[in-house]
């Protein structure tokens, strides 16, 4: 069980990593230049003498500690409040964007900030009575406006907030994630300050800077409006997905295992479908009446997780709409549940425009009260579950990418209920599929049961199995032959040498391996032989100058443990 203070250091990592992901940018060139307006003093400025200098210290820190009491505050209680209250569920998000550009207005007009401030007057003793623009202010604004990308952490609380579950934990959990996302938030803020404070043209044009942050501010309101920071965002790559991965390990544990370890290359067999229930409404379907059970019976099933604003959602949602596009009159049925993250994102209308503006033709459920998302005890946005005509899940995805190994899985389970099925060709390359990028790699192939991934022959299970080699290898598979122990994080051969084969696309291919044993490999014609002894460690056994595929071979005697595959 997770303690408390464990979830304070797990929500500081995450609150990091969103602060340094590309979720923040639409908010750093107002947090830099509303530092730069106060730190721009001196000759020719409008705050000259003690109280300029000591609103300018404070300024940044006001700022961020509005959006941390702010953001914890409306991410933990704002659906509950505005539910209670029968208010609408986007009214705080709008609220934080009008009251943003009046600050811009006030920043160009002094006497506008005069009259916004007048309820924050006790803060101005922190700033100097002559401030013109209060910092906390600002923060509380950002905090209403911000809308961060969906990491493990603020699902978390998210899904706490929205379904009323608050306890402690959660809100350490909350507290800590604002605090970690202001942190670099701050360090921006600061070094906008310092930059003003060294230049002698800030130091002197401190007016300009102010009237060109209030422009800032207008136009982040704007762009607010019409959602134009998302479609930067999509444009950029996703830095801290790998960070974000370790980050849920820590706090949901890492017990998914074998085939039903999200994002497995093979079909595993992961249980019943949960119930898709509970939607407040259902668009895409006829009179946009539910989509009953019946309705899908002996449909191959995809039930696709995603909101709206979720920047990564918005990136997957193209390759979900093409597989349905092209294998819906061949019996797949696509489902998508729409989970709020935020408040707005519970109204209909607006996940109705949400749902047309992505492009979305399959059914929709909007489940804005978490019903179907708990039902799953789903934690992520996008998340996928790809079920077998007998409402069996056979594979989960977590994130973006992975088109072509779900497309595969996906007419493997089509030609399954129905053998006499003529299917249409590929729409996704294997070539560009590694783990959502255009790397042409295999991705890490782990060969113990816990982590299995890219196994030919089904399940792969602990325990001692006998295998023979399939007739071909996907791309990216691989398959055994002969007596193999299977352990947790490794296999090893039993009985006599066993063999192993590999499809494989890269410059390198390298194995981990350990124990006490001989090691003989062929690629392209070439055999070669090695003598393993020791713990485990990394062993090249492919190197290129060019990115190529080819099938690799290996036999290894009784004694050697032989862990993953890694590709470069």
């Not at 909007?366 to 005509?389: G, I, K, R």
């Amino acid at each position: 069980m997770t303690t408390v203070s464990s979830l304070v250091v797990i929500g500081l990592l995450g609150g990091l990593i969103t602060g340094i992901s590309p979720c923040v940018l639409p908010v750093l060139p107002v947090i830099l230049l509303s530092a730069g307006a106060q730190g721009a003093r001196g000759d020719g400025g409008d705050d000259k003498g003690a109280d300029g200098g000591f609103a300018s210290r404070f300024h940044p820190y006001l700022v961020v500690t509005g959006l941390v009491v702010s953001f914890t505050v409306f991410t933990l209680l704002g659906s509950t409040v505005l539910s209670l209250l029968h208010l609408p569920q986007d009214l705080i998000r709008w609220v934080g964007i009008v009251m943003l550009a009046l600050i811009g207005l006030g920043m160009m007009v002094p006497k506008v900030m005069e009259i916004l401030e007048r309820p924050f007057a006790r803060f101005q003793r922190f700033g100097g009575s002559k401030n013109p623009s209060n910092g906390f202010l600002l923060g509380l604004v950002l905090g209403a406006a911000y809308v961060p990308c969906a990491g493990p952490v603020l699902a978390a609380v998210a899904v706490a907030g929205a379904t009323g579950r608050i306890g402690a934990d959660t809100v350490a959990l909350a507290v800590s994630f604002a605090v970690g996302t202001a942190i670099p938030l701050l360090a921006f803020a600061l070094a906008g300050r310092g930059i003003t404070e060294r230049i002698q043209a800030f130091r002197t044009r401190q007016r300009a800077i102010r009237v060109t942050a209030g422009v800032v501010m207008l136009g982040l309101a704007v762009a607010l409006v019409l959602d134009a920071p998302a479609a930067l965002q999509r444009r950029l790559p996703d830095y801290t997905a790998s960070l974000q991965a370790r980050t849920d390990d820590l706090l949901h544990g890492d017990s998914a295992s074998g085939p039903c370890r999200p994002g497995a290359a093979t079909l595993g067999d992961c249980g019943p479908l949960p119930a898709i229930d509970g939607a407040v409404a259902w668009i895409n379907t006829p009179g946009d009446q539910p989509l009953t059970q019946q309705s899908r019976a002996g449909k191959v099933t995809l039930v696709d997780f995603f909101a709206y604003s979720c920047i990564n959602c918005q990136r997957s949602v193209p390759g979900i709409e093409k597989l349905y596009e092209t294998y819906a009159a061949s019996g797949l049925q696509v489902i998508g549940v729409h989970s709020p993250e935020y408040a707005f994102e519970k109204e209909v209308d607006n996940v109705r425009g949400g749902v047309k503006h992505l492009g979305i033709t399959y059914p929709v459920a909007v489940d804005s009260n978490l019903t179907t998302w708990t039902n799953f005890d789903n934690h992520y946005w996008p998340a996928h579950y790809l079920a077998d005509a007998q409402g069996n899940v056979r594979q989960t995805h977590v994130g973006e990418g992975g088109e072509a190994a779900t497309e595969k899985l996906v007419r493997e389970l089509l030609m399954q209920a129905n053998p006499k099925v003529t299917l249409p060709a590929p729409v996704f390359s294997e070539a560009k599929d590694d783990a959502g990028t255009n790397s042409p790699r295999t991705p890490e192939t782990y060969l113990g049961s816990d982590r299995a991934s890219g196994f030919a022959q089904g399940t792969l299970d602990k325990g001692q199995h006998t295998f023979s080699f399939p007739s071909r290898l996907l791309a990216d598979t691989f398959a055994l032959d002969g007596t193999w122990t299977v352990e947790p994080q490794s296999i090893t051969p039993t009985e006599g040498k066993g063999r192993l084969r590999l499809s494989y696309r890269g410059k390198q291919v390298n194995l981990v391996v350990s124990g006490e044993g001989d090691l003989t490999w062929t690629v392209n014609g070439k055999t070669r032989t090695t003598h393993v002894s020791g713990v485990p460690n990394g062993m090249e056994l492919v190197h290129s100058e060019e990115v190529g595929s080819g099938e690799l071979e290996l036999e290894a005697s009784p004694g050697l443990q032989l862990y993953s595959f890694t590709f470069g």
